[in-house]
């Protein structure tokens, strides 16, 4: 499976954006899907993860209720819901794709967020 994930920019703290992955080459409802993210310096973190069903929904820690996972099978794309963004949530936000619970085995290739003071 392909991974194109898009959405990000430049936001003020407060602000609020939405990530989209759109998916392509095989069936996406196959597919846990993931986003994580990777800031400067730092290593990469998860923030969150939704079930091919829809019906599982996990969260980083440190999301606190501010992002929602979602996904929209009919249109092979996952979208994270990023609301009262904080300048520490600047980071590059990559989705991913998993068939086993073991790893995610495919990555997209990253959209920058950049949330300002």
């Known amino acids: 499976v392909q991974l194109q994930a898009s959405g990000g920019g430049l936001v003020q703290a407060g602000g609020s954006l939405r990530l989209s992955c759109a998916a392509s080459?095989?069936?996406?409802?196959?597919?846990?899907m993931g986003w994580f993210r990777q800031a400067p310096g730092k290593e990469r973190e998860f923030v969150a993860s939704?079930?091919?069903?829809?019906?599982?929904?996990n969260y980083g820690q440190f999301v606190k209720g501010r992002f929602t996972i979602s996904r929209d099978n009919t249109k092979n794309t996952v979208y994270l819901q990023m609301n009262s963004l904080k300048p520490e949530d600047t980071a590059v936000y990559y989705c991913?794709?998993?068939?086993?619970?073991?790893?995610?085995?495919?990555w997209g290739q990253g959209t920058l967020v950049t949330v300002s003071s």
């Open positions: 080459g095989r069936t996406f409802s196959s597919y846990d």
């Open positions: 991913a794709a998993r068939e086993t619970p073991i790893a995610y085995d495919y």
């Open positions: 939704i079930s091919r069903s829809g019906r599982s929904i």
